[in-house]
């Protein structure tokens, strides 16, 4: 029985060869790598507007590692000496994805990352008029337009459109009375604010003089 304690490495069927002291050499033998094991992602959910990530697990490598998301390539940023961590940037987008990693032929279980729940921080104007009209809505993680969808006191605003990517809403609301909640929906993650429609307003009168009969 030989025992000795193998070098760092990667990949399949590497042969394993006893050499003698007197130079003979046995038959080789087949030995493999495990393949990555994704373990834990952070952070646990990641913005619509993408960012850095974190793969924590087992058998990364220290070099030639490669992540991917939903099928497509990503560039590694680094992978620890440990073995034990691969990072990369993740791109922009309302859905969740997909990640796994290989080395040399080895591929990882996958791990599903999920997006950040979107947030309201303001709206304005805080008071609409009952025909409805413009808001803006200020938050994070609205994604890009065509990703959310925003309905107040569940009647559906049209035009709704990501001014700035992410964190910028505008749309025009429904008419309606009273103080209703601003639901913004991207992908099935919701977010909610209040919101307040003024009452009638009188502007004008005409005639201003009337008879004692009415009219």
Do not use: M
């Amino acid at each position: 029985v030989v025992v000795c304690l193998a070098p760092p490495g990667a990949g399949v069927d590497r042969p394993v060869i006893v050499t003698t002291a007197a130079g003979r050499a046995s038959n080789p033998v087949s030995l493999s790598r495990r393949p990555p094991l994704i373990q834990s992602v952070t952070p646990t959910e990641i913005g619509t507007a993408g960012g850095p990530i974190t793969l924590i697990g087992d058998s990364f490598g220290t070099q030639g590692v490669v992540i991917t998301l939903d099928g497509g390539v990503l560039p590694a940023t680094g992978s620890g000496t440990t073995h034990a961590q691969a990072a990369a940037v993740a791109p922009s987008g309302a859905d969740a994805f997909d990640v796994q990693v290989s080395l040399l032929g080895r591929t990882s279980n996958t791990f599903v990352v999920n997006r950040a729940r979107p947030t309201i921080s303001g709206i304005t104007p805080t008071t609409l008029s009952s025909a409805g009209g413009v808001i803006t809505i200020t938050g994070t993680d609205f994604g890009r337009t065509g990703d959310a969808t925003v309905s107040v006191g569940g009647l559906a605003c049209t035009n709704v459109t990501a001014l700035v990517p992410h964190t910028v809403l505008t749309c025009t609301a429904p008419g309606n009375v009273g103080s209703s909640q601003v639901v913004v929906n991207v992908r099935g993650r919701t977010a909610t604010r209040a919101v307040s429609y003024g009452g009638p307003s009188i502007t004008d009168a005409n005639p201003r003089v009337l008879p004692t009969t009415g009219g």
